[in-house]
Each structure stands twice: as structure tokens, then as C-alpha cells.
């Protein structure tokens, strides 16, 4: 491969200025489009770093098709859910081919072909956050905010473990987009993604559980040095418990990209997570320790610590994003370093990867249920889109035309709509359909909020308000 003519370091460098990186019409103008999958034994890549325990799996379940569409069976519930999907096909883009292609041309009109995506929607990306949602129905019991803390600074932490093996981009989602996933039957909970702007690019997602409710909408800057590129979220987690109305928010922390062009893609994670009570004032801090080749520390290591309102350590944190975290109750304290804690236990643990993971992208196995087809989903859902089914299919070539098709349909709406605007003004401005913009009794600031009205259209399957997204090919 030509991304392996020489052999350049992949420590990070300094960090400079922040950009904007969604400024273009194109649909997939964002910071994974020079992603590529090609190999290099001569970078320096952090290696990977198992747990010293046993990792607790998920339960194993029979496998009784041949076939790629393979179904297990879900507790609680008689709905089966696919284990698998078909493996990704042996056809790698050449990023150096595509850049040559690109000279004299406008970069915003370049489409990026499928290759460099896996077969999801960032709105579907976006949901599995909720992987281990079991955390925070524990944080909804814990007897104390600061336990509860503990168990949502390990869910915070979990939503990067699979960044350490998928550098593939998720598909942009198009401007009123849509993604549901019930698990209210086995899991106890339901949720439902927008992509309620367009420029700046915001997903909004909203998740209902008995005993809480878990809203967060997410946007993004980056910036791009050559060999590597970070990104930055923007947005704010909220989650909030029915029974004691205790609110917590956390944030999230910078992504780096290393070996853009040549070598092998690596995603590293720094920063500090921090999860406040906002009535109590109890909070918890979670550092990313960013990768150094020079460094002995343990690879993607994460440390941090529970404190009380007035600032007193309840519980010491520790682990590596991308495999496990524990948590020790802290005895006593002399000053921020010296703790004298319990022995530590388990807060979360990754659960065990696929069997030949690598072929599928390295799903997880809720990965793989994400972009499953379903009936009674809103047109607009995800699901529904025919560039992602077909890669999904395995058929690139026609997924790259598709794509290119739904992005043009997508400018054109948008030059219409700018065309009304002008003539009516800014009542003509796009609304999304499920989301309105409010403002954040707790922090203050705007966020997208669940109007509360999707499932129970859903329930009569009046989708009269959804936007016609995908009817360039209405047959796939």
C-alpha cells in the first residue's frame, strides 16, 4: 500500500487552533473521511492491553443458521435479534488514488466513497452509548450520589471501548434523519436519535427508562496537522433519576486520530470527564491519560476519584478506556494523591469481542442489531437508508452511487428551502420534527429536548410530518 512509504512517529504532537470541520455541502466532509484500514508493523502503535481478570462475557447462544443473517434470541422477549452481519468485503480504496483525484477539483464536492465507512449512521453510532445501560439503572439505585457517581463515571468511560479497534466512519446522518431502538422488553428501556441540524452538524438522542431518563445532544470542531487529527465534542450529557430527581451532567473528552495518511489508524483519548450532581454538588473527575511511545504508564489508563459537596474522596477510580474500571472506597485521605482505600471492585468491564470480529467491522454484538431491519420504524429511521443497506449487503459499487445520490437530493433540498427563506423569512427555516430547542434549567444553556410525541405516532403510524429522505431507490 502506498500509505506505508515511510516509516513516521506517531507520538502526539502539540495541540494548535480549532477549526470548524461540517462547512460544506458534502455530506461526509467530517474528520473520519481519510480513514483507512491498511497495516504497518513499523509504526508505533500502543499495544493492546488486556484485563488481569476475567472478562465476563455475555451469555453464549446457540448459532443455528448458516447464513450471515444469523439470529439469537433475546431475554424476556420471543423478538430474535441478529448475532451477526455479512463480513466486510475485501475492497480497500486507495486514500493516495483518491487524493490524486482530487487535485484542482473543490474539495466539497468530492464525494468519499463507502470504503472508508462501516455500515451505520453516527445517529446509530451515537446509540450505543448505551451498551451497558445496566450502569445506569445501578446509578438509579445506588444508596448515595457519590456511588451513583461512581457508576456513571464507569459508563462515561465505556462509550470509547470500541474506538481502540473502529476506525471506520459511521455515515453522516441526512438532516432530519431518524434512528429508534426499543429495547423496552428485555432492557427496560427505548430511544430515539435526530440529526436536527445540518449546519453545524447536531444529533440529538433521548433515551426513557422507568427509573430514568438519559438525554445528550452532540456536535463537534476538529483539527487537522497532517499526521493526526483531534477532534472535540460538543454537548452535555444529562441524566436524571424519577425517584429522587437527582440530575447529573458530564462531558466528554478530545479524540485523536494518528497516522491520517500513512500507517496504521489509532485512536487515543484525552482529556478529563467531568459527572456533577447539580443539587448536591457532588461530583467525580476522570482523566484520559493521552499515549506516549516514551511513557511506561499503562496504555489508554484512566484515573480519577468520587468526591463529596465539600470536596472529601469517597471513591478512587482506575482503569484503561478500552477494557475495564474499578472503584475502591476511599478510608481516609491526605491531600489529593495519599488515599488509604478498600480493595477495589469492579465498576464495568468490556464485554468479550465477536468470534472473528475483524470481518464484521468489529461489531459488538449491539452493534450488529443497530441497522437490522424492522417494521413500523418512522420512513426517515436509519434503518431505511439504501446506500448504508447496501454496503451493509456488500454491494459497494452501488452503495457509492446511492450515496452520491441521497447527498445531491439533500443540497437540493437545501437550496430550496434557502430559496424560502429569502422569500418568507425565517419562518421557513427547517424544524426538526421530534426535538425542540429549550433551555437547560440546570446549566443554563440550549439543548435539543424529546417532544414526547414519536412513539405515540408510531403507535397509529401517522408519519405524515417525516421528511422523504430515501426515494431514490425506494425498492431496496
Not at 430474535?80 to 487535485?103: E, F, G, Q, T
Request: hydrophobic letters at 30%; one cysteine or more.
Amino acid at each position: 500500500s502506498k500509505r506505508n512509504l515511510s516509516d513516521l512517529p506517531s507520538d502526539r504532537p502539540p495541540g494548535e487552533g480549532v477549526v470548524g470541520i461540517f462547512d460544506s455541502d458534502e455530506e461526509d466532509d467530517d474528520f473520519y473521511d481519510a480513514m483507512d484500514d491498511s497495516t504497518s508493523s513499523q509504526n508505533k502503535e500502543p499495544p493492546v492491553v488486556t484485563n488481569n481478570g476475567v472478562v465476563e462475557s455475555e451469555p453464549e447462544v446457540e448459532d443455528t443458521s448458516s447464513v450471515p443473517d444469523t439470529t439469537l434470541s433475546v431475554l424476556g422477549t420471543s423478538r430474535k435479534r441478529r448475532l451477526r452481519i455479512p463480513d466486510k468485503p475485501n475492497d480497500k480504496a486507495n486514500l493516495w488514488n483518491i487524493m490524486k483525484n482530487c487535485i484542482g477539483k473543490e474539495l466539497s464536492r468530492i464525494p468519499m466513497p463507502v470504503n472508508f465507512n462501516e455500515p451505520l449512521s453516527f445517529l446509530q453510532r451515537l446509540t450505543e452509548d448505551m451498551e451497558y445501560s445496566d450502569l445506569l439503572t445501578k446509578a438509579a439505585e445506588s444508596a448515595s450520589v457519590e456511588e451513583a457517581l461512581s457508576y456513571l463515571s464507569a459508563l462515561a468511560v465505556s462509550s470509547y471501548a470500541t474506538t481502540s479497534t473502529r476506525t471506520s466512519k459511521p455515515f453522516n446522518p441526512l438532516l432530519g434523519e431518524t434512528f429508534e431502538y426499543d429495547r423496552s422488553a428485555d432492557l427496560g428501556w427505548r430511544s430515539l436519535a435526530e440529526q436536527v441540524s445540518h449546519h453545524p452538524p447536531v444529533s440529538a438522542l433521548h433515551v426513557e427508562h422507568p427509573k430514568w431518563t438519559y438525554y445528550h445532544d452532540f456536535s463537534m470542531t476538529s483539527k487537522f496537522r497532517g499526521k493526526y487529527l483531534q477532534v472535540f465534542p460538543i454537548g452535555v450529557s444529562h441524566f436524571i433519576v424519577k425517584d429522587t430527581g437527582h440530575h447529573y451532567t458530564w462531558n466528554k473528552v478530545c479524540t485523536t486520530v494518528h497516522n491520517i495518511i500513512v500507517g496504521k489508524l489509532w485512536v487515543d483519548q484525552s482529556g478529563e470527564i467531568v459527572v456533577k450532581e447539580h443539587s448536591t454538588g457532588a461530583n467525580a473527575r476522570v482523566k484520559f491519560h493521552p499515549y506516549s511511545y516514551f511513557s511506561r504508564d499503562t496504555p489508554r489508563r484512566v484515573t480519577g476519584g468520587v468526591f463529596a459537596p465539600d470536596g472529601t474522596p469517597r471513591y478512587e477510580l482506575n482503569g484503561t478506556w478500552d477494557s475495564s474500571m474499578s472503584c475502591a472506597e476511599v478510608l481516609s485521605a491526605d491531600g489529593d494523591d495519599a488515599w488509604e482505600t478498600t480493595e477495589a471492585v469492579p465498576r464495568w468491564e468490556k464485554n468479550a469481542p465477536l468470534e472473528e470480529a475483524d470481518k464484521i467491522y468489529y461489531f459488538t454484538s449491539m452493534a450488529c442489531t443497530l441497522n437490522e431491519t424492522e417494521e413500523g420504524v418512522a420512513p426517515s429511521d436509519s434503518r431505511n437508508r439504501p446506500d448504508q443497506r447496501l454496503m451493509e449487503n456488500q454491494n459497494f459499487p452501488d452503495a457509492n452511487q446511492m450515496k452520491v445520490k441521497l447527498e445531491e437530493a439533500q443540497r437540493a433540498r437545501r437550496r430550496e428551502r434557502e430559496a424560502r427563506i429569502a422569500a418568507e423569512g425565517p419562518s421557513a427555516k427547517y424544524q426538526p420534527k421530534w426535538f425542540v430547542k429549550k433551555v437547560c434549567e440546570i446549566t443554563g444553556e440550549e439543548i435539543w429536548r424529546f417532544t414526547d410525541e414519536y412513539w405515540k405516532c408510531k403507535e397509529t403510524q401517522s408519519w405524515s410530518r417525516c421528511p422523504s429522505l430515501y426515494e431514490e431507490d425506494s425498492t431496496t
